[in-house]
């Protein structure tokens, strides 16, 4: 039988299962009265088509879906809004293992930068914070595997996308990349060398109004809510002295420390208390 999670589903078949549900267990008070049962996962009964019909004349929703973290402990309401949780819960526990890798392959000053971005993202600071970070230093010296680990840690509500994309004077459907509004955008290998055109970045970072154009599709306005991070191996480039990215990237350098061939063991590595202990 299906457990019910108190979220929201953006699985349209989920409506189909439920009202079925709902039909099939559906008893007259009367028992002599003859029920017609029509279930919309009946291809003849014609409900599904009539359905999504009917979708098309809704209004879109004013709310985002997702807008916070949500930790397998936390107790969510229909107004949160959430269609996930992450699979693990937020509380103290042996970071060791993550304290091991961090702290060659960045200072304590570069790191304090993006563990205080990871705690705004956690506490939904993020969406009023005007900031980017941009990791930036020669090619295997640990960028990625901090990436991977805001991947990791905020599994389902990050993207990626091409900053490149962003910045280009000619690319009409950059910012369609960020239609679906997650809290975290990562660019692994991005090109911030020449910024041609900062507008759209800007906003992004800003998380001003921008006008979403997706191919065949009506354009639409949304407030981007993610927190940028991306990881380049070329140095930033802002041909605009008075441009507002000079003071909105947040640089962070690795120390070009590795370890040795020892392995780092990862068993311990309980990333949401970072910020706990």
């Known amino acids: 039988m299906y457990k019910r999670q108190g979220l ?32 919309l996962r009946s291809f003849g009964s014609n409900t599904w088509q009539q359905f999504r019909l009917f979708c098309t004349t809704l209004p879109n ?23 996930k949780k992450l699979p693990y819960a937020l509380a103290p526990g042996d970071i060791s293992a993550y304290d091991e890798l961090v702290s060659v392959l960045y200072t304590p000053e570069e790191r304090a930068k993006f563990e205080w971005a990871i705690g705004a993202i956690i506490s939904g600071e993020s969406k009023d914070i005007h900031k980017a970070l941009v990791f930036f230093g020669k090619p295997g010296e640990g960028k990625s595997t901090i990436m991977d680990i805001f991947e990791d840690l905020f599994d389902g509500y990050t993207m990626t996308f091409e900053v490149a994309d962003v910045v280009s004077a000619n690319n009409q459907f950059a910012v369609a990349q960020f239609k679906d509004n997650s809290l975290v955008a990562i660019d692994q290998d991005g090109d911030l060398s020449k910024v041609v055109d900062n507008t759209k970045l800007n906003k992004l970072i800003s998380h001003d109004k921008l006008v979403i154009n997706e191919k065949h599709k009506t354009q639409y306005e949304i407030r981007p809510s993610a927190m940028l ?22 640089d962070i350098r690795p120390t070009g420390n590795l370890h040795t061939s020892r392995t780092v063991s990862y068993t311990h590595l309980t990333l949401p208390t970072i910020l706990l202990v």
């Open 61 to 83: 929703t004013p709310w985002d879906l997702d807008q916070k973290v949500v930790f397998a402990n936390t107790e969510v309401t229909k107004e949160d809004h959430a269609t």
């Open 8 to 39: 929201w589903s953006t699985n349209e078949l989920d409506v189909a299962r439920l009202v079925d549900s709902d039909i099939r267990n559906y008893q007259p008070q009367q028992l002599a009265i003859e029920v017609n049962r029509r279930y």
């Open 229 to 250: 991070v991306i990881g380049t191996n070329k140095p930033v480039r802002i041909t605009d002295a008075k441009s507002g990215l000079i003071r909105r990237i947040l």
